[in-house]
């Protein structure tokens, strides 16, 4: 059993790359990975360079045709089995994954908890894949069949290491494709421990590969000749550049972008509820979601008590060490990040809009002085066209606008190049499904926010990319269809001798 290795600052652990089933240093030397919480280095991990990425897309094609032709209740079978194996370290995986993003350990043993759910859902429903055939006139049988694309690039970013990944494995793996991961270079670490426990569970070496490395990695990854499927999850700008490249090759992609989430508070709403709804959609992993409630519209009636709830209770969340159960809201994942919320927070004061909450950054004892926070922070009064509005923070500063009715409402939430997740709070059966439809997103909750599940699809559109992860659409994703069209009719049909069907 390959245990999980404790991270610290005073020996910081060293991972290796996973290509053909073997671990190896990388050519482009040794890469620090950063406590969000200290700024320390509490590991390094192995920086894959050109050639080590071509390697990594050979082994997993070199896999490929065994693991195409195996049978999908073989694959499914070691899907389920490591299934068992995260399950039986989910407590150590939740420990590492805190330790590397910075996120609070308990939403992490929450959301690692989840993580069997999509390994076995798509173990499932491989087994359920059915073809279709058709008599057809003239004469004819049609079939079709599904097939796997062969080698995949799995690009995925910082923020939920393990769940972005596995949503993506999962779906890959059961459809017969091998796979070559190039998780987030800030948060490399637990993909790299999920690849040796496929390995453990028996998948055949070359199936799961994971390269380090940052954008350079990533851009050799989706040109290597051997890719034949790219699915992303990361910025906007990431998914052009990435999109540019698959185009290139004519390599299908899946993008899951950016998202400036509204959130639409009617007047209807409980308040308290409204309020609590508010805060975890915002400030639940920093505000580092794709679909993290950022722009909170409300309904004018409400406007002034959901204010001052909403920024009384953000001011009181507590912020701090991750490690500790206690803590509500962790750092932000780099000094990088940490420096573009504060860029947002220092440009809106300048403006009409009114601080409400945070702003300030917080005073915390050594270690967590050297860490990354940012405080829960609220802005009033936010006008539609002021950055804050209209720009992805990825962090816990957000901006609430009044709105005067319902039109109002889905006027402001669309006013945003993205098509992401949107969260309306009402107790008003008639307007929340029709607000549900009017909202331009991908993912919308209608009185809840973050909740999410293998068999509800999950992606955006506009500005947020485009194809789905999970269900069923998440598989058929990683499979191309193709017809079989068999001639039953005794007689051929000779075209050059008077045939009649020509097509
Ligand atoms: P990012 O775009 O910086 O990186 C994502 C991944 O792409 C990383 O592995 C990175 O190394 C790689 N990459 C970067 N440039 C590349 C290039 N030119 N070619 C190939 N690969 C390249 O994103 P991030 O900072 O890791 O994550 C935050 C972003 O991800 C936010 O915009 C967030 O909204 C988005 N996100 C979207 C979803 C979703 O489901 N839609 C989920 C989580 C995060």
Not at 175 to 185: I, L, M, Y
Not at 366 to 381: H, K, L, R, W
Request: proline residues 6%; glycine residues 12%.
């Amino acid at each position: 059993m390959t245990s999980v290795p404790t991270l610290s600052a005073t020996a910081p652990h060293h991972f290796r790359l996973h290509a053909g089933g073997a671990l190896s240093e990388g050519s482009g030397g040794r890469r620090p990975v950063l406590s969000p919480a200290t700024g320390a280095v509490i590991a390094t991990v192995a920086e894959a360079g050109a050639d080590d990425v071509a390697a990594a897309c050979r082994a997993a094609a070199a896999a490929f045709p065994g693991w195409a032709a195996t049978d999908g209740a073989e694959r499914a079978r070691l899907l389920r089995r490591l299934a068992e194996i995260v399950a039986a370290r989910i407590g150590d995986l939740a420990t590492l994954e805190s330790a590397v993003t910075g996120r609070p350990i308990r939403e992490m043993r929450a959301q690692m908890q989840r993580i069997p759910e999509w390994l076995d859902y798509f173990a499932g429903i491989i087994l359920g894949l059915e073809g279709e055939a058709n008599r057809v006139r003239g004469g004819f049988l049609t079939y079709t069949h599904y097939r796997p694309y062969g080698v995949c690039a799995l690009l995925t970013p910082w923020n939920h290491p393990v769940l972005i990944l596995t949503k993506k494995l999962a779906a890959a793996l059961a459809a017969g494709n091998t796979v070559v991961v190039k998780p987030s270079e800030l948060a490399p670490v637990s993909p790299l421990i999920v690849a040796d426990w496929a390995k453990e569970a028996g998948f055949p070496d070359g199936v799961v590969n994971v390269v380090t490395g940052g954008p350079e990695a990533g851009a050799a990854l989706v040109a290597d000749p051997n890719v034949a499927r790219i699915d992303l999850t990361g910025g906007t700008g990431t998914g052009r550049r990435v999109a540019a490249a698959a185009a290139a090759r004519l390599v299908p992609c899946t993008l899951e972008l950016g998202g400036k989430t509204p959130v639409v508070i009617f007047d209807d709403a409980p308040l308290e509820e409204a309020v609590a709804g508010a805060l975890f959609s915002a400030f639940v992993a920093s505000g580092q979601t794709c679909v993290s409630g950022a722009r909170f519209l409300v309904h004018r009636p409400v406007a002034e008590r959901f204010l001052a709830a909403f920024a009384g209770r953000a001011g009181r969340l507590k912020v701090g060490d991750p490690a500790d159960m206690a803590t509500d809201v962790g750092p932000v994942i780099s000094a990088a990040s940490r420096d573009r919320c504060f860029g947002f927070i220092e440009e809106t004061k300048g403006t009409a809009a009114v601080l409400a909450a945070g702003g300030a950054r917080p005073a915390l004892p050594a270690p967590f002085d050297g860490g990354f926070f940012v405080p829960p922070t609220v802005f009033a009064e936010v006008a539609p066209d002021m950055r804050l509005f209209r720009e992805e923070v990825f962090g816990p500063v957000v901006s609430v606008t009044p709105f005067e009715d319902e039109e109002d409402a889905v006027r402001l939430a669309n006013d945003t190049p993205f098509a992401l997740g949107a969260g309306i709070w009402t107790r008003d059966i008639l307007r929340g499904h029709r607000v549900a439809s009017a909202v331009r997103a991908g993912v919308t909750w209608l009185n809840d926010h973050h909740k999410n599940d293998p068999r509800s699809v999950w992606g955006g559109f506009g500005e947020s990319g485009y194809g789905k992860e999970n269900g069923w659409d998440a598989l058929k994703s990683y499979l191309t269809k193709s017809s079989v069209v068999v001639r039953t009719a005794a007689r051929f049909d000779d075209w050059f001798a008077g045939g009649t069907r020509y097509g």
